[in-house]
């Protein structure tokens, strides 16, 4: 039920989305612990196209994670940060430093 669960919640906050770009409003999308939803493949995919799709229709998303190496072992991951403005990463255990600069 976790998977069915999230993604009606996910399908709610792209009908928020739309219905806030009929206004003319801004929809702001926070994701803590995102790293989660790409754990199950169909809300990872989900996440991903809903990523592509919030800024056309007023959307700003937002995931945060604790460490980088929960996401990078997402398959979706890369699409997700191909169409993000900005990536602000903080200060990064040693392993996941590592990572990244493997990458």
């Given at each position: 039920l976790k998977k069915l669960g999230m993604l009606i919640i996910q399908d709610q906050i792209w009908g928020r989305v739309t219905q806030n770009r009929s206004q003319g409003r801004a929809?702001?999308?926070f994701a803590d612990e995102f790293h989660l939803l790409l754990k199950e493949e169909?809300?990872?995919a989900y996440s991903a196209e809903i990523w592509k799709r919030f800024r056309k229709w007023g959307g700003v998303p937002t995931g945060a994670t604790q460490n980088v190496k929960d996401l990078l072992s997402s398959p979706e991951i890369e699409n997700i940060l191909e169409n993000s403005d900005f990536i602000t990463l903080l200060n990064q255990a040693s392993g996941d430093r590592k990572i990244l600069s493997e990458r």
């Open positions: 929809t702001w999308y169909q809300t990872a």
